[in-house]
Protein backbone atom coordinates (compact mmCIF):
# COMPACT_ATOMS: atom_id res chain seq x y z
CA UNK A 1 0.00 0.00 0.00
CA UNK A 2 1.03 3.38 -1.08
CA UNK A 3 2.99 5.48 1.81
CA UNK A 4 2.95 8.85 2.06
CA UNK A 5 5.29 11.13 4.78
CA UNK A 6 5.40 14.90 4.53
CA UNK A 7 8.09 16.84 6.10
CA UNK A 8 9.52 20.69 5.71
CA UNK A 9 6.95 22.64 7.72
CA UNK A 10 8.07 25.63 10.06
CA UNK A 11 6.72 28.49 11.39
CA UNK A 12 8.07 31.56 9.19
CA UNK A 13 7.71 35.04 8.40
CA UNK A 14 5.12 36.71 5.87
CA UNK A 15 6.49 36.88 2.66
CA UNK A 16 8.80 34.14 3.51
CA UNK A 17 9.24 31.04 1.07
CA UNK A 18 8.90 27.20 2.49
CA UNK A 19 9.45 23.90 0.69
CA UNK A 20 7.12 20.77 1.62
CA UNK A 21 8.13 17.39 0.62
CA UNK A 22 6.65 14.05 0.49
CA UNK A 23 8.45 10.97 0.39
CA UNK A 24 6.37 8.40 -1.29
CA UNK A 25 6.98 4.27 -0.44
CA UNK A 26 5.41 1.66 -2.17
CA UNK A 27 4.58 3.76 -5.34
CA UNK A 28 4.06 3.09 -9.08
CA UNK A 29 4.06 6.54 -10.86
CA UNK A 30 2.34 5.09 -13.62
CA UNK A 31 -1.01 4.87 -11.40
CA UNK A 32 -1.63 7.58 -9.33
CA UNK A 33 -2.35 11.33 -9.13
CA UNK A 34 -0.51 13.39 -6.67
CA UNK A 35 -2.02 16.34 -3.97
CA UNK A 36 -1.34 18.45 -1.63
CA UNK A 37 -4.07 19.81 0.49
CA UNK A 38 -4.32 21.85 3.58
CA UNK A 39 -6.23 22.29 6.31
CA UNK A 40 -6.72 25.16 8.64
CA UNK A 41 -7.95 25.60 12.37
CA UNK A 42 -12.00 25.82 11.78
CA UNK A 43 -11.84 25.28 8.13
CA UNK A 44 -12.61 22.67 5.67
CA UNK A 45 -9.81 21.16 3.69
CA UNK A 46 -8.85 22.56 0.56
CA UNK A 47 -7.16 21.46 -2.59
CA UNK A 48 -3.86 23.38 -2.98
CA UNK A 49 -1.94 21.75 -6.42
CA UNK A 50 -1.97 18.34 -8.18
CA UNK A 51 0.09 16.82 -10.77
CA UNK A 52 0.08 13.70 -12.31
CA UNK A 53 2.01 11.13 -13.89
CA UNK A 54 2.65 12.82 -17.30
CA UNK A 55 3.55 16.03 -15.40
CA UNK A 56 0.21 17.88 -15.94
CA UNK A 57 -0.54 20.51 -12.48
CA UNK A 58 -3.59 21.64 -11.47
CA UNK A 59 -3.87 24.63 -8.74
CA UNK A 60 -6.24 25.51 -6.37
CA UNK A 61 -7.37 29.20 -7.27
CA UNK A 62 -6.10 30.56 -4.43
CA UNK A 63 -1.92 29.21 -4.93
CA UNK A 64 -1.98 29.95 -8.82
CA UNK A 65 1.49 32.21 -9.18
CA UNK A 66 2.90 31.62 -5.43
CA UNK A 67 2.87 28.08 -5.13
CA UNK A 68 4.36 25.46 -7.34
CA UNK A 69 3.89 21.45 -7.58
CA UNK A 70 6.53 19.57 -8.54
CA UNK A 71 7.67 15.54 -8.61
CA UNK A 72 11.15 13.78 -8.89
CA UNK A 73 10.25 10.41 -9.72
CA UNK A 74 13.98 9.53 -9.18
CA UNK A 75 13.69 10.20 -5.58
CA UNK A 76 9.81 9.04 -4.95
CA UNK A 77 9.50 12.56 -3.42
CA UNK A 78 6.78 14.98 -3.92
CA UNK A 79 7.16 19.17 -3.40
CA UNK A 80 5.04 21.80 -2.76
CA UNK A 81 7.65 25.49 -3.36
CA UNK A 82 5.63 27.91 -1.14
CA UNK A 83 6.59 31.58 -2.01
CA UNK A 84 5.36 34.54 -0.83
CA UNK A 85 4.01 33.35 2.35
CA UNK A 86 0.30 35.06 4.08
CA UNK A 87 -0.84 34.79 7.57
CA UNK A 88 -3.74 32.73 5.70
CA UNK A 89 -1.50 30.02 4.42
CA UNK A 90 -1.12 28.85 7.99
CA UNK A 91 -2.31 25.58 8.20
CA UNK A 92 -1.91 21.86 8.23
CA UNK A 93 -0.59 20.71 4.69
CA UNK A 94 -1.04 16.92 3.14
CA UNK A 95 0.18 14.97 0.88
CA UNK A 96 -1.99 13.09 -0.88
CA UNK A 97 -2.46 10.48 -3.52
CA UNK A 98 -5.29 9.27 -5.85
CA UNK A 99 -5.58 7.15 -9.23
CA UNK A 100 -6.59 10.28 -11.79
CA UNK A 101 -6.06 14.03 -11.53
CA UNK A 102 -8.71 15.78 -13.71
CA UNK A 103 -10.92 18.46 -13.04
CA UNK A 104 -12.21 16.61 -9.89
CA UNK A 105 -8.65 16.57 -8.17
CA UNK A 106 -9.33 18.49 -5.53
CA UNK A 107 -12.51 16.25 -4.11
CA UNK A 108 -10.32 14.13 -2.71
CA UNK A 109 -8.01 11.17 -1.76
CA UNK A 110 -7.24 7.25 -1.43
CA UNK A 111 -4.25 7.64 0.36
CA UNK A 112 -2.90 10.70 2.82
CA UNK A 113 0.10 11.39 4.73
CA UNK A 114 0.02 12.51 8.42
CA UNK A 115 1.00 16.31 7.55
CA UNK A 116 3.28 18.95 8.11
CA UNK A 117 2.29 22.44 9.76
CA UNK A 118 3.21 25.14 8.45
CA UNK A 119 3.01 28.50 10.61
CA UNK A 120 3.07 32.37 8.95
CA UNK A 121 3.23 34.91 11.34
CA UNK A 122 2.87 38.85 10.47
Known amino acids: QLQLVESGGASVQAGGSLRLSCALSRYDDSRYCLAWYRQASGKEREGVAAIDSYGGTWYGDSFQGRFTISHDSAKSTLYLQMDTLKPEDTAMYYC????????????????WGQGTQVTVSS
Open 96 to 111: AARSICGDSWSNGADY
